[in-house]
């Protein structure tokens, strides 16, 4: 598990990878909230690219959750 912050800042994102055969499993969890989002993607895709596109999902579920 890595941790970042949201693009904005706000905030820490836990960040899970898990292996799924030839797919990854993300996991992105805010820790101010706990809102987790999870998504896909192929082994050929770095880590930083899918670890940006699931925190990009947490932060539009967050946004949503606001309204």
Same mark, same amino acid.
Do not use: Y
């Given at each position: 598990? @890595?941790? =970042?912050?949201?693009?904005?800042? $706000?905030?820490? *994102?836990?960040? !899970?990878?898990? +292996?799924? =055969?030839?797919?990854?499993?993300?996991? /992105?969890?805010? !820790? /101010? @909230? =706990?809102?987790? *989002?999870?998504?896909?993607?192929?082994? @050929?895709?770095?880590? $930083? !690219?899918?670890?940006?596109?699931? *925190?990009?999902? #947490?932060? +539009?579920? #967050? !946004?949503?959750?606001? +309204?």
């Amino acid at each position: 598990m @890595t941790t =970042g912050r949201t693009p904005s800042g $706000e905030g820490r *994102v836990f960040l !899970e990878f898990t +292996r799924l =055969g030839r797919q990854v499993k993300v996991s /992105a969890i805010d !820790e /101010a @909230t =706990g809102v987790e *989002v999870s998504m896909m993607g192929p082994l @050929t895709v770095s880590q $930083e !690219e899918l670890g940006r596109l699931a *925190v990009r999902k #947490l932060k +539009r579920r #967050l !946004e949503q959750g606001a +309204r």
